[in-house]
C-alpha cells in the first residue's frame, strides 16, 4: 500500500485546504495556550511549534499517519538491529554505538573498536605519540569526505575551542588548494595523516591522503607508512593502499556513512575534545534514542518534528526548507543537514523498487543566524515560495552575561515571529506593497540547553531519526545512495577515454 492510499493521507489532503490551520496569528488568537500547547521536550531539547501551520485536528490527522504507515513497527526494527536498509540488506544500527543493545558480540565489538580509537586520541592529546623520526606529532590531518568528515567536522566546532597536544586539520576537497591550505604551518616529520574511509575507494579522501603521504615522504627520514593511520570498514584496502595493519580502525559495515560520526569515524571529535567528551556526544544520542523509543507519538519530538516535514512538502507543495542554526558553533549544522537528509531522502522509488507519485525530500538549506539575515531572509519573509524555518539555537544566550549572546537569540525570536505575524508585530501593515512582510510563514523554534557533548549528540540524534520518520511515511529506503554511483562511473569511463561524448566538452 503506497500512503496516498492511506486513509489519514485523504484526511490531511482535506484539512490542507482549509485555511485556518495556515493562519498562525489566528490561532494565536483564538488559543491563548497555543504555545504551551505546541511544546515539546525531549532529552535535554526543547521545541516551540507553535509557529506552525497546525491545529489540534492536523496534528491528530499526522499522528494517524504516521500509526497507519506502521511508524513504531519500523522505529523497532531500526532500534534492534533488523535489515531495514533492505536494498544492502542490512541494518541501520548507529544506536548501538551509542547505547545499549542486547546482543554481546555486537556490543562488545563496538566497545573494543571505540576503545582503540580513544586510546589513539589521548595519546596524541597528550603528546605521547611520536612520528617516524621520533619528533612529537604536532598535527593530525583528517582526509575524508561526505559523512566521514561533515558530522566529525561538524561536532568538532560545536564543541568548541580544541585542546590537548596536536592541531587537528581537515582535507575535503580534491582541488588542491584544499589541501595545501590544511598543511599551512605543519611539519612532515611532526604530521600523522588519517584517512577516514567507510569503502576505502572514495576518489577525493584517496587522492589527497595519497598527495599528503607524497609530502611526508619528501621530508629526510620521514617514514610515511608509520605517520598513517586509515578509519576504514575496508582493512584489506587500506592495506593494499599502504596503511600498516597495527595502524588501522575498523567498523561494521552497518554504520551508514552520514550516521558514522559515533563510530571510529568520530576521531576528530576524540582529537579535539577527548574521551570523555566523545561519550558524552554518545550518551546523548542514546538519550534522544530512548526519547525516540519510549515517547508517545504525540509527545515524541523526532515523529512530530518529521510529520511537519511532510505535512510541507506533500500537503502544500513546499519544495525546500531552510536550516538557520543561530550559534556560530552550529554553522557546519545546514550541510551535514543536506546531506542526512537529501542523500536518505532524495529518492523516487519505494522501498520495493515502485515509482511514487508525491514529492520525497524537499531542498533543505540555509546559513548560520545573524549573517543569513542580510542575505536569505529577504526571500523568507517576501518572496512568493513560503519556506518553514527551523531555528535552532541555545537557550543560555537568552540570560547569558555577553550582550552578543543575547542579541544573537533576541535575533532568532525575532525572526521567528516576523514570519509568523508578518508586519502586525510591527503595529500596523506597511502602506508601501513593497513593503508589506504578510507574514503567515510556519517555522520551529528548537534549543539546546548548552553546547555539552549530551546536547548536542541530542541535536544530531535528533535530526537522524526525523529524518528516518520521514522515510517511513514515504516508503522509501533512507540508507542506501545509489544515485551518487553514477558520476563516480562516468569519471571512469571519463579518464579511460570510453566515455561517449555527448555535449561540446
Ligand atoms: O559519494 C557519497 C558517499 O558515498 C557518502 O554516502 C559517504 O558519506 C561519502 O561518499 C564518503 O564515503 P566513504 O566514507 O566511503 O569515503
New binding site residues.
Given amino acids: 500500500m503506497t500512503p496516498t492510499e492511506l486513509t489519514a493521507w485523504t484526511e490531511l489532503q482535506q484539512l490542507a485546504q482549509s485555511a485556518p490551520a495556515r493562519d498562525i496569528a489566528g490561532g494565536f488568537a483564538a488559543d491563548a495556550a497555543r504555545a504551551s500547547k505546541f511544546a515539546l521536550e525531549a532529552a535535554g531539547l526543547q521545541a516551540n511549534l507553535s509557529r506552525n501551520w497546525i491545529d489540534g485536528a492536523v496534528l491528530d490527522a499526522l499522528i494517524r499517519l504516521a500509526e497507519q504507515s506502521q511508524l513504531p513497527r519500523w522505529r523497532s526494527a531500526l532500534l534492534t538491529g533488523a535489515p531495514i536498509n533492505n536494498t544492502e540488506q542490512r541494518p541501520a544500527w548507529h544506536s548501538a554505538l551509542r547505547g545499549s543493545v542486547g546482543d554481546a558480540q555486537v556490543t562488545r565489538q563496538v566497545a573494543d573498536e571505540r576503545d582503540k580509537m580513544l586510546a589513539l586520541a589521548e595519546s596524541l592529546r597528550a603528546g605521547a605519540r611520536r612520528g617516524s623520526t621520533g619528533a612529537p606529532i604536532e598535527t593530525v590531518l583528517c582526509c ?7 558530522g566529525p567536522r561538524l561536532v568538532t566546532e560545536a564543541l568548541g575551542t580544541p585542546t590537548g597536544a596536536a592541531r587537528l586539520r581537515f582535507v575535503t576537497n580534491i582541488d588542491p588548494v584544499d589541501l595545501e591550505q590544511a598543511l599551512i604551518g605543519a611539519r612532515s616529520e611532526s604530521t600523522l595523516v588519517v584517512a ?7 576518489l577525493e ?1 584517496l587522492q589527497n591522503a595519497r598527495a599528503a603521504l607524497d609530502w611526508l615522504a619528501s621530508a629526510p627520514g620521514v617514514r610515511p607508512a608509520q605517520q598513517f593511520v586509515a578509519i ?2 575496508q582493512p584489506a584496502k587500506a592495506i593494499g593502499f599502504g596503511a600498516l595493519p597495527e595502524n588501522i580502525l575498523t567498523f561494521a559495515d552497518w554504520v ?3 550516521y ?1 560520526v559515533w563510530s571510529p ?1 568520530g576521531f576528530p571529535v576524540a582529537l579535539a575534545h577527548g574521551a570523555a567528551a566523545f561519550r558524552g556526544l554518545l550518551a546523548g544520542a542514546a538519550a534522544l534514542d530512548r526519547h525516540f523509543a519510549e515517547a508517545p507519538l504525540t509527545q515524541n519530538l523526532p515523529v512530530v518534528l518529521g510529520l511537519l516535514g511532510v505535512w510541507y512538502a506533500n500537503f502544500h507543495a513546499l519544495p525546500t526548507r531552510a536550516v538557520i542554526p543561530y550559534a556560530q558553533r552550529l554553522a557546519k549544522l545546514t550541510p551535514y543537514l543536506q ?1 542526512l537528509e537529501m ?1 536518505s531522502l532524495g529518492k523516487r522509488v519505494d522501498r520495493d523498487g515502485q515509482a511514487v507519485s508525491f514529492a520525497t525530500s524537499p531542498v533543505t538549506w540555509g546559513d548560520v543566524g545573524t549573517t543569513g539575515q542580510h542575505s536569505v531572509f529577504q526571500f523568507l519573509h517576501q518572496g512568493t515560495q513560503p519556506t518553514p524555518v527551523d531555528f535552532i539555537t541555545c537557550r543560555a544566550f537568552e540570560h547569558s552575561a555577553s550582550e552578543r549572546e543575547r542579541l544573537l537569540y533576541s535575533n532568532a525570536l525575532a525572526q521567528a515571529d516576523a514570519l509568523a505575524f508578518g508586519d502586525s508585530v510591527l503595529g500596523s501593515a506597511a502602506a508601501n506593497p513593497h513593503q508589506v512582510c504578510p507574514g503567515g510563514r510556519p517555522s520551529n523554534f528548537i534549543t539546546l540547553p548548552d553546547f555539552s557533548p549530551q546536547s548536542v549528540g541530542e541535536l544530531l540524534a535528533l535530526y537522524e531519526h526525523r529524518t528516518f520518520v520521514q522515510g517511513v511515511i514515504w516508503g522509501i529506503n533512507p540508507f542506501d ?1 545509489f544515485g ?2 553514477i558520476g ?1 562511473k562516468l569519471l571512469a569511463q571519463r579518464l579511460s577515454g570510453t566515455a561517449a561524448k555527448r555535449s561540446g566538452n
Fill in positions: 575524508g569526505i561526505g559523512g566521514s568528515d561533515l577516514i574511509s567507510k569503502s576505502f575507494t572514495t579522501t576504514t570498514n551508514g556513512g552520514r558514522s569515524c546531506q542523500e545512495q551518487v554511483e563516480k
